[in-house]
């Protein structure tokens, strides 16, 4: 690093140089990245927060030499970034040690280290050369320049000390923007380095999360879903119950992989779900109740399936005014979530979900429809309720967000797991996990929902 500065020092005779010049320079040596690489010692002392969460992305790629080269120049650029080093100037290595001595630690090279670099130097573009030729005479122009430059107290030359269309001018000024140039090529690498490592750690902290949130399961806990999905047995044997809703056994069978879940499955699955939020609120006096509609409600709302043409399809309100009366505390404004299962003509599973305290209701749809049209009544249905149970027009109505199903809802690559998708939906969201599944996940989602329903509560 010595030689790198000293080098450029000599071909700016007397200048006194910013901080940041320098700094710049040096990240930008293959010479120092390569060195540091090559030992791989601990030259820092105290470091930034933000430079140990990259050097822990850089860990991550396997790879020591890229991780040292990463080290070394995101020193340098944080060094050269602060305000004092465009104010400080220095014209010599030992003082600009001085300043680097803040957050870096030098230790004396050995004596082989210094008879290697004394063979060396560095040309103006920082490339290592062996030196075997003198350097080239000093012209009588130059001459005349530097005996100006050295006459100048310490201070940074101006170019109209030197002349503005002086050759040292020009030169200095061409010089200034290759560097210009080379900064910013190596700022955008750097940029886009640093965006690919910490897309990575997402997508490992993603996976690990998603491993989390769908764990293993034991061998007692698969014996049960096998003998419960695929085990011999009368079909309307009942395999569960709670209060009037039970699930038979040729229902279970449905979770087998490849097959269709029919809505006695999906609707259990609800309750088992409703069970868990209210263990959950029991345990955090702090967590709002939410409530887990039946795909009748919907069914109802919008009058799907009327034997009269004109009203299939229409939205009603007074076909579903008295169901609030069975959410917890009777009153869906003090819900954190409503989920709402969705039978599309009763080929399709969908999912709504109305976030009653960040006011917005948003459509999933593992085949990746808008769902508007849902959207549109289940808002028209809080107006309603509002103006009914409260007797007085929704408030803040203006400030509700209707989502139309987004690009990142995970989307199912056949046509028979989406009573899975939608039964999964409902599950993450009512815990407030991320969906971080997708069709890989399917069997293992399965094995869930039966595992839930078995033991008669859906598991964490």
Known sequence: MRNEVEDYLRGEPGASVSIRHLVDALSQSNRIKNAYAKQKESLFGPISRRLKHLMAIARGQNNPALEARYQITTVLRLISRRPSATAKLVNSWDDLKKELSLDMDFA??????????????????FELVQ???PPPPISPADKKLMGVAQSVAPKKIEYEELGEKGPWAEHLEQKQAERAVEKAEEDARYDELEQQLEEKQKEEEAKKLASSLLRDYTNEEEDMIQSATCGPGWEQEV???????????????????????????????????????????????????????KSFFITKLRNEGHTDPNKDGAYEYRNVKRWSKKVPGKDIFNLDKIIFPINQGRMHWVCAVAFM?????????SMGSSGKEYLDDLFQYIKDEHQDK???????????????????????????????????????????????????HVDQCRKRVALSILLGKAIL
């Open 390 to 440: 409260k007797k007085a027009p929704l408030p803040d109505e203006d400030q509700w967000e209707l989502v139309t199903c987004t690009s990142d809802t995970p989307q199912q690559g056949n046509g028979f797991d989406c009573g899975v998708f939608t039964c999964m939906f409902a599950d993450f969201l009512s815990k407030n996990c991320p969906l971080l599944f997708s069709q890989k």
């Open 239 to 293: 395999l569960q119950s709670e209060g009037p809703d039970t699930v038979l056994r040729g229902s279970m069978r449905t979770l087998r992989p490849g097959q269709w879940l029919n809505d006695e499955i999906i609707h259990f699955f609800l309750v088992m779900l409703a069970k868990r939020d209210e263990e959950l609120c029991l345990a955090d006096p702090d967590r709002k109740r939410s409530h887990f509609f």
């Open 108 to 125: 004396e090279p050995s004596e082989e280290v210094s008879s290697q670099f004394a063979a060396l130097r560095v040309t103006p573009k």
């Open 131 to 133: 030196l075997t030729s």
């Open 357 to 365: 305290q960040e006011k917005r209701i948003q459509f999933y749809d």
